[in-house]
């Protein structure tokens, strides 16, 4: 008997991605994002998701593609990645997809310069194939440090008023709220 691996499934450009849904806490419609200065590019900024302090990574910049401008569609999966919590934007995310482990394989001798870090297998389902993501692996023990940085400065802007992150009050971080998709 084989076990099915579930997976929250997104889209970034034309590529199909999944991660365990376990690391997934929700999905959030993209809500205001105050920019945060001197942090690397794939990091969009942070939220105040309910009274909690997000960073936010940008899904496409991280993978080396260009921005795009923001549409509806757009999302942000709130991810637990060792006990943090983490933003990721994503073009769209799907339904929850249930993948036996038969269709499962190693990932391609293509990947392993490009996204052998956090790429583990390229999964078929129909006719799609999605690309599994360790979410541990997406970013470095020093970006994820670096990551903590961030919200422990935007924390203390929203505190205190005063602009530790750079050229924003803490208003932006007090009003904003995630909405559920």
Do not use: C
Request: net charge negative; glycine share 10%.
């Amino acid at each position: 008997m084989s076990t099915i691996l579930q997976l929250v499934g997104f889209k970034v450009d034309k590529e199909f991605f999944g991660v365990p849904i376990e690391k997934v806490k929700e999905i959030v419609r993209v809500p205001d994002i105050t920019a945060v200065p001197d942090t690397p590019d794939f990091l969009e900024g942070v939220i105040n998701l309910r009274g909690r302090i997000v960073p936010v990574v940008d899904m496409r910049t991280r993978i080396g593609l260009p921005t795009m401008e923001r549409v509806r569609t757009n999302r942000v999966l709130i991810l637990d990645i060792d006990g943090r919590t983490v933003g990721l934007i994503v073009d769209s995310a799907s339904e929850i997809l249930k993948l036996p482990d038969e269709q499962i394989e190693s990932t391609p001798e293509l990947v392993s310069s490009v996204g052998a870090e956090y790429v583990t297998a390229v999964g078929k389902l129909d006719d799609k194939l999605i690309v599994l993501v360790d979410i541990t692996r997406l970013l470095s023990a020093d970006e994820m440090g670096g990551l903590d940085a961030v919200r422990r400065r935007a924390e203390l802007t929203a505190s205190t008023g005063k602009e530790a992150i750079g050229g924003k009050s803490g208003k932006a971080l007090e009003e904003g709220t995630g909405q559920q998709a």
